[in-house]
T-cell receptor
Framework: QQQVKQSPQSLIVQKGGISIINCAYE??????FPWYQQFPGKGPALLIA?????SEKKEGRFTISFNKSAKQFSLHIMDSQPGDSATYFC?????????????FGTGTLLAVQP | GAGVSQSPSNKVTEKGKDVELRCDPI?????LYWYRQRLGQGLEFLIY????????KSGLPSDRFSAERTGESVSTLTIQRTQQEDSAVYLC????????????????FGPGTRLTVL
């Protein structure tokens, strides 16, 4: 059962443009929402993460927007660069001393054209 | 410092054979996870180890899958009688224990082992 739905599956953006990837979750117990970036042949690496007590978090060119009532969150990449070309995964987790296993979306393959 | 390492990087095996995958976590990381990444899909949680506590095996897809971890060091994931649907990239991640007042710490992933079952 897919608990985190991610879209689009793939995305092509021109250099300097804005890349937007969306995710929706079902389990209201989730309280940690990270985004991971994965380059070919590498493991995923944490890009940015947010808790549900804030609606937005920004780190450099990367911003997470979070809508708790809609159970949705999105990643915005401003001034997209060719080096941002990678697969991006959203994820969700439930804390409180538990396993903190990550439930991942299906990924978005981003290609930034020069 | 050294990250999470996994071996082998690639493994090709025949249907019905057993395979063993290895993960070396970051030194000092007490928590260790195994995930599976099928082609075109997100990562699926398989198993979690935390120190000497009983592992969380809730993600293992069948009894052909098992994993072990000795203390806070190396972990091995074993798949018995491999099937073609076991073909995937198997990823290992590790993290430290969150500090006081925190619930989460970043999970650091290894590069994965690509398993192909013919």
């Amino acid at each position: 059962q897919q608990q985190v739905k991610q879209s689009p599956q793939s995305l092509i953006v021109q250099k300097g443009g804005i890349s937007i990837i969306n995710c929706a979750y079902e389990n209201t117990a989730f309280d940690y929402f990270p985004w991971y970036q994965q380059f070919p042949g590498k493991g995923p690496a944490l890009l940015i993460a947010i808790r549900p007590d804030v609606s937005e978090k920004k780190e450099g060119r990367f911003t997470i927007s979070f809508n708790k009532s809609a159970k949705q969150f999105s990643l915005h990449i401003m001034d997209s660069q060719p080096g941002d070309s990678a697969t991006y995964f959203c994820a969700a987790s439930k804390g409180g001393g538990a396993t903190n296993k990550l439930i991942f979306g299906t990924g978005t393959l981003l290609a930034v054209q020069p | 410092g050294a990250g999470v390492s996994q071996s082998p990087s690639n493994k090709v095996t025949e249907k019905g054979k057993d395979v063993e995958l290895r993960c070396d976590p970051i030194s000092g990381h007490t928590a260790l996870y195994w995930y599976r990444q099928r082609l075109g899909q997100g990562l699926e949680f398989l198993i979690y180890f935390q120190g000497n506590s009983a592992p969380d095996k809730s993600g293992l897809p069948s009894d052909r899958f098992s994993a072990e971890r000795t203390g806070e060091s190396v972990s091995t994931l074993t798949i018995q009688r491999t099937q073609q649907e076991d073909s995937a990239v198997y990823l290992c991640a590790s993290r430290t224990v969150p500090g006081a007042g925190e619930s989460y710490n970043e999970q650091f992933f290894g590069p994965g082992t690509r398993l192909t079952v013919l």
